[in-house]
């Protein structure tokens, strides 16, 4: 009975962590992404590399969540749909210039002509993070074939473009 009464307490604070990633603001955010990577890799048992480059200094709060939000979005996405054994999400800071590549290896699907479209049907992953990068500026590409895994391509602009 006390591990049944303890399960949502359990549950209310992991969903609490997700709604406000705190971590963000204690550990910075390559500590919070590695810590999403390590958490896919236990939950799922897909292996979850994160890879950073560059200097990541300087993001304004918003951004910082944004880019939590899309790797997590896509980490979840992954575990729920891909059936793959492997992700990788790379982190690449040029020139004040932030691109994102989450990739897997797993088992792909045919993206929408229109991101949107999955925002109607109910399926809000891929259009949350749609929505996130439209809100900084930025772009996002879906690359995705039949067994040969899925790749998101996020590109955010310099803070002074």
């Not at 048992?45 to 899309?70: C, H, M, S």
């Not at 996405?77 to 793959?84: G, L, V």
């Not at 088992?107 to 749609?130: A, N, T, V, W």
């Amino acid at each position: 009975i006390r591990e049944i009464a303890l399960q949502p307490i359990g549950e209310l604070r992991r969903i609490s962590i997700a709604l406000m990633p705190s971590v963000l603001d204690t550990l910075g955010r390559v500590p919070a992404l590695r810590g999403l990577a390590d958490n896919a890799t236990r939950e799922s048992g897909i292996k979850t590399r994160l890879t950073v480059r560059g200097d990541y200094g300087g993001r304004d709060r918003q951004e910082e969540i944004a880019i939590f939000r899309v790797v997590q979005e896509a980490l979840s996405n992954i575990k729920r749909h891909a059936k793959a054994f492997n992700a990788y999400v790379i982190l690449d800071m040029t020139n004040g210039c932030i691109k994102m590549t989450i990739r897997d290896d797993g088992q792909g699907f045919r993206p929408p002509k229109r991101i949107e479209s999955l925002g109607s049907s109910g399926r809000l992953g891929l259009y949350g993070i749609q929505q996130r990068v439209q809100a900084l500026h930025g772009t996002l590409a879906i690359r995705s074939r039949s067994g040969r895994g899925t790749t998101l391509t996020v590109e955010l602009p310099a803070r002074q473009c």
